[in-house]
């Protein structure tokens, strides 16, 4: 069973929006460090945005690539995290995957134990 699913991606024109949903099976998200990454072939995967636990200091973080675009957020009552992806651009295009963990502190891949099998986002010019 997969712990987190992600949804929302799909095909966008340049400037489009979408937003991008992660759900979680078994267990609470707003306990968790929840980020959200992206990745194209041939390369590794990079922190898009994450947002710490409801025990953290509700800190976010954006890569500078997405900041003033792109909003992380919580939803207790629907045990959802959400990436809201405004002005979107050709560069945006990549897999997301949302990921679970504990805590975070640069926002890497390696500080998260739970993973998403990853919403496809594409962006045309």
């Known amino acids: 069973q997969v712990p987190l699913v992600e949804s929302g991606g799909g095909l966008v024109q340049d400037g489009g929006s979408l937003r991008l949903s992660c759900a979680a099976t078994g267990f609470i998200l707003d306990y968790y460090a929840v980020g959200w990454f992206r990745q194209v072939p041939g390369k590794e995967s990079k922190g898009v945005s994450c947002?710490?636990?409801?025990?953290?200091?509700?800190?976010?973080f954006y890569a500078d690539s997405v900041k003033g675009r792109f909003t992380i957020s919580k939803d207790k009552v629907k045990n959802m995290v959400y990436l809201q992806m405004d002005r979107l651009k050709p560069e945006d295009t990549a897999v997301y995957f949302c990921?679970?963990?504990?805590?975070?502190?640069?926002?890497?891949?390696?500080?998260?134990?739970?993973w998403g099998q990853g919403t496809e986002v594409t962006v045309s010019s």
């Open positions: 990921a679970a963990g504990a805590f975070y502190r640069d926002c890497l891949p390696a500080e998260f134990d739970y």
């Open positions: 947002i710490s636990s409801s025990e953290g200091d509700g800190s976010t």
